[in-house]
C-alpha cells in the first residue's frame, strides 16, 4: 500500500479479477466525470483534477475509450445528475496502522455508516478527522523502468524531492504540482514513464506482519470494495508476500 510501495499496490490491482476490475473502472469513471464537474472544463489541459484522474485511470489500464466517453457524459450532463462530493475518512487498522480513505460521495451518512461497518467487523476503528491525516503528505509519483544517472539528473533538475531505486525502476516523487513538469521533462528527454498519478505518502511507517498484516489487508480490500472509496492508503510496511495479496 501507498507509503510501503504505491507501485505494489498498482500491480496488485492490476492483476485483479474481472469482477474487481470491473469495479475498479466504475471508481475512475465516477472520479473523471466529478473532476470535469467540479474543475468546470472537460480539457485536463486546464483542469490539473481531471488530468490527475484520468493519469490515474490510465495506471489502472481504464481503456482510452471509456475514459473519452466519460468526460463527454459528464460535460453534457443534464441537471439533477448525481454531485459528487469528495470526503475523506480516517482510522486504525490491526497492528495500530494509520488508515486514510479518499471517497466520491452524493449520500456522506451512507458512505460513514458503510466504512464505519467495514472498521467495526474487521477489528479496526473509526478516527476523527485529523487523527491520522497528520501522517501523511500528498504527493506526485512517477516510476521510469531506466535507472541510469542521467534519469535521475533529469528529474532533480525539474524538481524530484526524492528518488527511490526499486524492482520495477525509479521512484521518483515530486510537490504534486511539480508532477507534470517532471514528468514531461523525462518525456522530452527519451525516458519512458510507466505512471504518473497523485497520491498519498506515509511520513512513517509502522512494521506489521503475520496475522496483523493479514488482518490489515481484509480491511483495506473491504474499503476498496465499497462503491464510494476511491483510494484507501495505510502507513503500514508489509512483507511483500502480504503486500502482493
Known sequence: MAGHSKWSQIKRKKGANDKKRSAIYSKHIRAIQAAVRSGGSSDPSGNLSLKNAIAAAKADTVP???????????????????????VTYE???????????????????????????????????????????????????????????????TAIEHGAEDIQESEDGLEISTAPNDLYA??????????????????????????????????????????????????VYSNADLPDDEDEG
Open 91 to 153: 482510522g486504525y487498522g490491526p497492528g495500530g496502522t494509520a488508515i486514510f480513505i479518499e471517497t466520491l460521495t452524493d449520500n456522506v451518512n451512507r458512505t460513514v455508516a458503510d466504512i464505519r461497518a467495514v472498521f467495526n467487523k474487521r477489528g479496526g476503528s473509526m478516527g476523527n478527522s485529523g487523527s491520522v491525516a497528520w501522517q501523511f503528505e500528498k504527493k506526485g509519483v512517477l516510476l521510469i523502468r531506466d535507472m541510469s544517472e542521467k534519469a535521475q539528473e
Open 64 to 86: 482510452v475509450d471509456n475514459i473519452d466517453n466519460a468526460i463527454k457524459r459528464a460535460a453534457g450532463a443534464e441537471a439533477g445528475a448525481a454531485e459528487y462530493k469528495e
Open 182 to 231: 517532471v514528468q514531461d521533462a523525462l518525456t522530452g528527454a527519451g525516458f519512458a514513464v510507466e505512471s504518473a498519478q497523485i497520491t498519498m505518502i506515509a511520513t512513517n511507517t509502522v512494521a506489521v506482519a503475520g496475522e496483523d498484516a493479514r488482518r490489515l489487508m481484509t480491511v483495506i480490500d473491504a474499503l476498496e470494495e465499497l462503491d464510494d472509496v476511491q483510494n
